[in-house]
């Protein structure tokens, strides 16, 4: 079995390099996507029509913010709720989505 021997200060280096890519990288990806999407930006986002948008944000179940004036799509949820309701994760995971409390 072999030791390796990391200077404490090289390993704090390493971490806090790491540590700033990865937050880089979050906000790379959250400036791509706003943290409320309007139904513009929510038919860019998922590739549908007016149609299929106006259907989405008529359901009971989608997530959808109104108290705005128009209707807005919190990020977050909406991923929450793709993941639900996604046929795979249904028809795969379900003891997966049980021990997370049935978010997937």
């Known amino acids: 079995m072999s030791i390796i021997e990391i200077d404490p200060n090289t390993l704090q280096q390493m971490i806090m390099t790491a540590v700033q890519e990865a937050i880089e990288q979050c906000n790379l990806a959250s ?3 706003p943290a409320l999407m309007d139904k513009t930006q ?4 998922l590739g ?3 149609t299929k948008a106006a259907e ?3 359901r009971d179940d989608f997530p ?5 004036g128009h209707p807005r799509i919190p990020l977050h949820s909406l ?4 993941d639900e309701h996604t046929e795979w994760i249904r028809d795969n995971a ?5 021990r997370r409390g049935g978010v997937a």
């Open 31 to 33: 400036s791509n996507h």
């Open 42 to 45: 929510l038919m860019n986002f």
């Open 48 to 50: 549908i029509g007016a």
């Open 56 to 58: 989405l944000l008529n």
């Open 64 to 68: 959808v913010i109104r108290e705005f």
């Open 79 to 82: 991923m929450i709720w793709i």
């Open 94 to 98: 379900q003891e997966y989505r049980q």
